[in-house]
C-alpha cells in the first residue's frame, strides 16, 4: 500500500525554524577551560513573517574532571522527573563518548547542564565504555545511555555494547544486552511512564530496534525487543568511527518513525513503528538532497513539525558548509541550514524541548567540546 506522510498544517502559527548564529571562542591558557562568548539571533516566523529576538544563547564546556572529549548525546529531563536526585527538570544531560586521550569508544561520563547553576559530572563508569549518542531519560527517575565500547579506540575493535539504565542519582542499576542489540548508535523514546517504547539504531549491522520497557519505582525492565528497520548501510570509518543509522525521531501520532541514514546520505520513514511485529526494511525516503545533506547525525523535530539533522561532514563532505544543521520538512523540502562551527565535523547530538509558548534548541559542538543552548519564544 502507498503511503504519504501528511504535511504539518501551516494554521499552527508557525512557519519555518530559522535560526542564525555568531561565535567566538576564546580559550583559557591557564585552566585549558574553554570559554565562548556568543551572540545569536534565532527567528521564529509567523504567519505573517515578524520576527523575534530570543534570550542569548548559553555556551558551556562539556570536558568533565577526568577529561573525557568528543560530546555526543543530548537529553532534557522531563517534566514531572522525581525531586531528590542529583539532576531535575530543566537540567541537559550530555554523553561523551572519548576519553581524556581522545580515544574514541572510551568516554566513560555523562555531565549535567542546570539552567543557571555550573555544569557537573552526573554518571561516570568503569572503562572502556564509550557512551553514544543513544541517550534519553524516563520520567519514573532513570536514564538510558548506549555504549558501544573499543579496545582501542578504532570501530575495528569495538564490541556490541550495551544499554545503561541509570538511577536520579547516577548509580547505574542494570544493563540491556541482547543479540539483536549491536553498536547502540543512537535512540529515541516514546515515554508513557509505566512503560516505554525505546527505539535504538544499530552501528554495527545496520538496524533499528523497538525494545518496549516496563518502568515502576525500582527498576527498568524489557518486555520484548523487535527488530523494526534494516538494510541501513554501514561501515566503521577511521575519522567517525562507524557510519551508520543515527538519528531517530518517532511521531507517536502517527506512528512514524525517522531513521537518518549516515553513509546513504538520506532519510527514511518506518510506518507502524510502535506497534509491528515484523522487519519493514528502509522504509520510505523522506528526504535526500546532496547540497546540504552531508552525512546526517542526530536529529530532533523542530516545534513546527519540521525535521533538524546534524551532518557528520564525511559522507558528501563539502568545506564550504561545515558543521551543518539541516532544517528540512517530514514531506522532504529543505527549508534552512546554519553553522555550528567553522570547522567540519562539529555538530552531532542534538535535542528540543517545547513547554508552552518557550521552546529550547540544545546541541553539541563535538570539534571544540562545547554545548550551545538557544530559548526561542514560539508564537501563536
Request: hydrophobic share 40%; aromatic share 8%.
Amino acid at each position: 500500500m502507498n503511503r504519504e506522510i501528511a504535511q504539518p498544517k501551516q494554521n499552527s502559527g508557525l512557519a519555518s525554524l530559522f535560526i542564525e548564529i555568531k561565535f567566538a571562542v576564546l580559550k583559557s591558557l591557564a585552566a585549558a577551560i574553554v570559554l565562548c562568548l556568543l551572540t545569536s539571533t534565532v527567528l521564529l516566523a509567523q504567519d505573517d513573517d515578524r520576527p523575534f529576538l530570543p534570550a542569548m544563547v548559553r555556551a558551556v564546556s562539556t570536558v568533565p574532571g577526568n577529561g573525557d572529549v568528543n560530546p555526543y548525546g543530548v537529553a532534557f529531563v522531563p517534566p514531572g522527573f522525581p525531586a531528590g536526585g542529583l539532576i531535575n527538570p530543566g537540567d541537559i544531560l550530555i554523553s561523551n563518548f572519548n576519553n581524556s586521550s581522545n580515544l574514541q569508544g572510551t568516554g566513560t561520563t555523562i555531565v549535567d547542564v542546570p539552567p543557571t547553576q555550573p555544569v557537573f559530572q552526573f554518571f561516570g563508569g568503569a572503562a572502556p565504555l564509550g557512551l553514544t549518542t543513544a541517550l534519553n531519560v524516563l520520567v519514573r527517575g532513570y536514564v538510558l545511555v548506549g555504549n558501544f565500547p573499543s579496545s582501542d579506540g578504532t570501530c575495528q575493535k569495538s564490541s556490541a555494547g550495551s544499554i545503561l539504565v541509570i538511577d536520579k542519582n547516577g548509580n547505574l542499576i542494570s544493563t540491556i544486552t541482547d543479540p539483536l542489540i549491536d553498536g547502540p548508535w543512537d535512540s529515541t523514546l516514546f515515554d508513557e511512564f509505566g512503560s516505554a517504547k525505546f527505539f535504538v539504531a544499530n552501528g554495527l549491522n545496520g538496524t533499528v530496534v523497538r525494545i518496549d520497557l516496563d518502568v515502576d519505582k525500582s527498576s527498568v525492565s524489557v518486555k520484548k525487543i523487535t527488530q523494526i528497520a534494516s538494510n541501513y548501510t554501514f561501515a566503521c570509518d577511521a575519522v567517525t568511527f562507524v557510519d551508520a543509522p543515527t538519528g531517530l525521531v518517532y511521531d507517536a501520532k502517527k506512528d512514524i518513525l525517522y531513521v537518518a541514514s549516515t553513509a546513504d546520505n538520506s532519510v527514511y520513514a518506518v510506518f507502524d513503528a510502535g506497534d509491528r511485529h515484523h522487519d519493514g526494511g528502509r522504509g520510505m525516503l523522506v528526504y535526500t538532497d546532496p547540497v546540504h545533506l552531508h552525512g546526517p547525525l542526530g536529529m530532533a523535530m523542530a516545534p513546527n513539525g519540521d525535521l533538524l539533522a546534524s551532518n557528520n561532514d564525511v559522507i558528501n563532505s563539502d568545506p564550504n558548509q561545515p558543521s551543518e544543521i539541516v532544517e528540512f520538512t517530514v514531506g522532504g523540502k529543505f527549508v534552512k541550514q546554519i553553522s555550528m562551527d567553522p570547522a567540519q565535523g562539529g555538530s552531532f547530538g542534538l535535542a528540543v524541548e517545547t513547554m508552552g509558548r518557550t521552546a529550547k534548541f540544545a546541541a553539541v559542538d563535538d570539534a571544540t567540546n562545547l554545548f550551545l543552548i538557544w530559548t526561542l519564544k514560539l508564537h501563536k
